[in-house]
């Protein structure tokens, strides 16, 4: 088929110059640019890249104004709750979601891959008690490209999948270790009998020797009903397709650096407020409103251009429209109201945000929708993980979103180095 073209016309000499125009399978079209520098001596402007296409990807695909999310083609609504998260690794990792057999197999890979070598310990435990959840990750899995130098170089299928494998399975272990390092209790190893969300659970919430808590009715067991949720949410944030964080991923994968530091890399531009940090912060929010009376005042604040005061969980760059996965958490709280006892009074709270930001014209007329940081945290909440660990269970999700699209970035025959120009306008 005849390649469409777009003429850019200098209007001061009158010089036009073609360029093709690349067809996306869903999405918009992307004008291919990459001569436009050496063709007019001119720089294109786009800073925070509002209009700018970086590469190619299979992997994620999103409609901001439908509120749609794709994982390989699948919308995220046929996946999450109904497809382990696992499963959707294996999915991310390989355009197809697994056969059982394959989905027992890497099941019990993942499992054997949990534990990390003790150095990493001795790593952890060097932090003040008061360090932040994330910057024990983002140092952990820095220091992991050392323990696994030979990722360094990867060639074959088999290298790929031993490289992704094991961040995918070292990540909660690390994530649980920095926690229970905060509390200044021993750290509790992997146990490869219980699945992989089970098994987070259990790392950050078994006493010492491995036992959980004994009640009257004997060894209290993790909920199946706990469980689900988190994998659902693991689910939820597992990829999304340029955000800021994979942009720095693939940023780092653009110099030839360890996939482990350009995941270190991510984890560090995730804990932004502005970005996966933004979790964390809406329960800050809703704890600092503190009663349904006071939302109006804070609305109005985060409607008055003069206060940098702004309603964390709301707005997203690419959702013009509910952010799907705002949706499903939207209705995953609903069922979890009396099965996990969620905090009703920040519930209300948010709840009384919602309903007046929906329909404000300040909000609506910046299409600014509650998106996924919204809703995560009160479930995270009732789920008894502290707000610290709120963005590490981000990072959990979204490892497996980052190295896949490390792969995809090391595959594309058209990856170059990421080195952009700009406007100078010094001395
Ligand atoms: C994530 O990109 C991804 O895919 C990210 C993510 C993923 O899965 O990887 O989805 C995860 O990061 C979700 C977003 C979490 N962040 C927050 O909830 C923080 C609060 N939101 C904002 O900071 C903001 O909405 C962003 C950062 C999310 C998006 O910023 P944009 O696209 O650069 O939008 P903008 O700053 O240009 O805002 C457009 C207008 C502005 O007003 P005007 O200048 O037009 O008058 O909307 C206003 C903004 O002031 N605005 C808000 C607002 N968000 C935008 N006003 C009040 N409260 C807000 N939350």
Redesign the pocket.
């Known amino acids: 088929m005849a390649r469409e073209t777009m003429t850019c016309t200098d209007n001061r000499t009158g010089k036009s110059v073609e360029y093709p125009i690349l067809e996306a399978t869903r999405g918009p079209d992307a004008v291919d640019i990459r001569t436009f520098y050496k063709d007019t001596g001119l720089f294109t402007y786009d800073p ?1 890249f ?1 209009s700018t296409a970086s590469c190619k990807s299979k992997i994620t695909f ?1 409609d901001g104004g439908k509120g749609e999310l794709r994982y390989r083609g699948i919308p995220i609504e046929e996946l999450a709750g109904k497809q382990s998260y696992l499963e959707v690794c294996f999915l991310l990792l390989y355009s197809r979601l697994p056969t059982e057999e394959e989905a027992r197999d890497f099941d019990l890979e993942i499992r054997h891959r949990s534990f990390v070598h003790e150095g990493l310990r001795n790593l952890i435990e060097s932090f003040p008690s008061d360090a932040h959840p994330m910057a024990i990750l983002s140092s952990g899995v820095s220091a992991l490209s050392s323990f696994y130098y030979e990722h360094l170089q990867v060639e074959s299928d088999a290298e790929y999948h031993e490289m992704a494998s094991r961040i995918i399975a070292k990540i909660p272990t690390l994530a649980a270790f920095a926690y229970r390092h905060a509390l200044g209790i021993p750290l509790i190893y992997p146990d490869i009998e219980r699945s992989f969300t089970e098994n987070f659970l259990y790392m950050m919430r078994a006493y010492p020797g491995g036992k959980m808590k004994i009640t009257p009715e004997g060894e209290q067991k993790i909920r199946q009903v706990e469980i689900d949720a988190l994998d659902t949410i693991f689910t939820l ?1 597992a990829d ?7 942009t720095i991923v693939r940023g780092v994968a653009s110099t030839g650096a360890h996939p482990y530091v350009a995941i270190s890399a991510g984890i560090s531009a ?1 804990w932004g ?7 964390e ?2 329960i800050a929010q809703l704890e600092m409103i503190g009663d349904v009376k006071n939302v109006p005042e804070y609305i109005a604040r ?2 008055d ?1 003069n206060d940098p ?11 013009k429209n509910f ?1 799907p ?1 705002a949706r499903i958490l939207k209705k995953l709280q609903d069922q979890l109201k009396e099965e996990l006892g969620l905090d009703s009074k920040l519930l209300r709270i948010a709840q009384e945000i919602e309903r007046i930001a929906l329909s404000d014209d ?2 609506v007329s ?1 299409n ?1 929708y509650p ?4 809703y995560s945290g009160v479930i995270l909440y009732a789920l008894k993980i502290p707000r610290s660990m709120f963005t590490p269970i ?1 990072v959990i999700g ?1 490892t497996v979103g980052w190295i896949t699209q490390w792969i995809e970035f090391k595959e594309d025959p058209a990856s170059k180095i990421a080195r952009p120009r700009q406007l100078y306008t010094g001395a």
């Open positions: 925070g509002t999103i944030h999304h397709e340029q955000n800021a964080s994979t995730l407020r502005a970005h996966g940090g933004a979790n912060s809406v985060a409607k251009k005061f702004r309603l964390m969980g709301f707005g997203h760059r690419v959702y952010d996965r300040y909000f910046r600014l998106n996924i940081d919204f981000f979204r």
